[in-house]
């Protein structure tokens, strides 16, 4: 079993910052891919970025150059820096962890609102 925890949504005007971070706990060994996605009330759940093991990274064409997907100090954490932020990047964020045998595994989800 893995866990997941994310942490570093909240409130931000258009053009400004945040960084979600992501940290799994658990079977973290068995884990070869992770990744932020997010959700918007009816919408279906969309990939934002994502990173494999090689730190190979790939992201969506909405956030490409303004978003940033890296790994932290440890092999467990995950980051998501994001800038320039626009009120269309208003939803909820979750990470994913994929093990070696495709159990996909989520966070709770961290709220994620740009509104001036």
């Known amino acids: 079993q893995v866990q997941l925890v994310e942490s570093g949504g909240g409130l931000v005007q258009p053009g400004g910052t945040l960084r979600l971070s992501c940290t799994a706990s658990g079977r973290i060994f068995s884990i070869y891919h992770m990744a932020w996605y997010r959700q918007v009330p009816g919408n279906e759940r969309e990939l934002v970025a994502s990173?494999?093991?090689?730190?190979?990274?790939n992201y969506a064409d909405a956030v490409k150059g303004r978003f940033t997907i890296s790994r932290g100090n440890t092999r467990n954490t995950v980051n998501l820096q994001m800038n320039s932020l626009e009120p269309e990047d208003t939803a909820v964020y979750f990470c994913q962890a994929v093990e070696y045998g495709a159990t996909i595994y989520w966070g709770q989800g961290t709220q994620v609102t740009v509104s001036s």
């Open positions: 990173i494999n093991l090689s730190d190979q990274t």
